[in-house]
């Protein structure tokens, strides 16, 4: 099952719908992504890093970088340390460099 962090109730939402909609604050607080190909992982939204200060990058964000695929070498399937050494502080990029990535 795939939930949008964006969706909506609605206004005749399952008793199950309702339920997990309920908890999905704390759902969010406490998930984090498998990056897979990083399409759908907002950079600077959405909870993918795993670091007991946080899941969320901290960095400013100053930079057109939006999706995690961005910082990913397609060729290589490795992270660009360069680009993410460029963009991110120390926490963030030893985050990033530390999440494997899907073959």
């Not at 984090?32 to 600077?44: E, K, M, P, Q």
């Amino acid at each position: 099952m795939v939930i949008s962090w964006g969706s909506f109730l609605g206004l005749s939402g399952s008793y199950s719908w309702r339920s997990i909609w309920g908890a999905k604050a704390l759902m969010k607080e406490g998930l984090i992504w498998r990056v897979g190909n990083g399409t759908s992982i907002d950079i600077w939204k959405d909870p993918w890093i795993a670091d007991k200060g946080g899941r969320f990058i901290v960095s400013d964000n100053n930079s057109s970088l939006k999706f995690v695929h961005e910082l990913i070498n397609v060729e290589s399937n490795e992270w660009n340390f360069e680009l993410v050494n460029n963009h991110f502080n120390e926490r963030d990029v030893n985050c990033i460099m530390a999440i494997p990535l899907s073959d």
